[in-house]
């Protein structure tokens, strides 16, 4: 049974920086693809990031672009994504998610793994 643990949330001023932890545990790590996804209040789950299983291609939400970095340590079996220039509609619970299969990177219905989710505030 995969388990996926975030942390490294928390609170941060506007402009400041934050990095997230993805601890992956029950699976072979390298075998799966990893995202992060995000819901404020009031809002859908949105896509974030995800990065391939070799680390070899990632993506990203326009809206993080050139702020968020993915990355993957497959020998710690931990995903992060280090958040940059965080602005108050940063403010949301994200979220980490893995899946085995090949699928659309940026739909989080073809994931089938979720962690709890983290909150992230930023305060302008």
């Known amino acids: 049974q995969v388990q996926l643990v975030e942390s490294g949330g928390g609170l941060v001023q506007a402009g400041g920086s934050l990095r997230l932890s993805c601890a992956h545990s029950g699976g072979t790590f390298n075998h799966y693809i990893m995202g992060w996804f995000r819901q404020a209040p009031g809002k859908e789950r949105e896509f974030v990031a995800a990065?391939?299983?070799?680390?070899?291609?990632?993506y990203y939400a326009d809206s993080v672009k050139g702020r968020f970095t993915i990355s993957r340590d497959n020998a710690k079996n931990t995903a992060f994504l280090q958040m940059n220039s965080l602005k108050a509609e940063d403010t949301a619970v994200y979220y980490c998610a893995a899946e085995e299969k090949a699928i659309n990177v940026r739909l989080g219905r073809q994931y089938n793994h979720w962690g709890q989710g983290i909150q992230v505030t930023v305060s302008s």
């Open positions: 990065i391939l299983r070799t680390g070899e291609m990632s």
